[in-house]
């Protein structure tokens, strides 16, 4: 089971947690981290930015289609 929640959310910054849970319901791993919330052209941009390898996980992947 994975769950995230955003504890503050601002026009600027996005404070999120988050943690990942095997079947018995024990805490595997727990994760924090603050985003830039990003346009869907700002996204675009920092995509063409990036350079993905042949065992890289492409999050935007799906977006370009």
């Known amino acids: ?3 995230a929640n955003a504890h503050k959310v601002t026009s600027r910054l996005a404070l999120v947690t988050g943690e990942v849970r ?3 319901g024990e805490v595997c791993v727990r994760a924090e981290g ?4 990003m346009s869907e052209a700002e996204t675009r941009e920092v995509d063409r ?3 993905y ?3 890289t996980l ?3 992947g799906a ?3």
């Open 1 to 3: 089971v994975v769950e």
């Open 53 to 55: 390898g042949p065992e």
């Open 49 to 51: 930015q990036l350079s």
């Open 63 to 65: 977006r370009r289609g």
């Open 34 to 37: 603050k985003f830039l919330p």
């Open 58 to 60: 492409d999050l935007f």
């Open 22 to 24: 095997d079947c018995a």
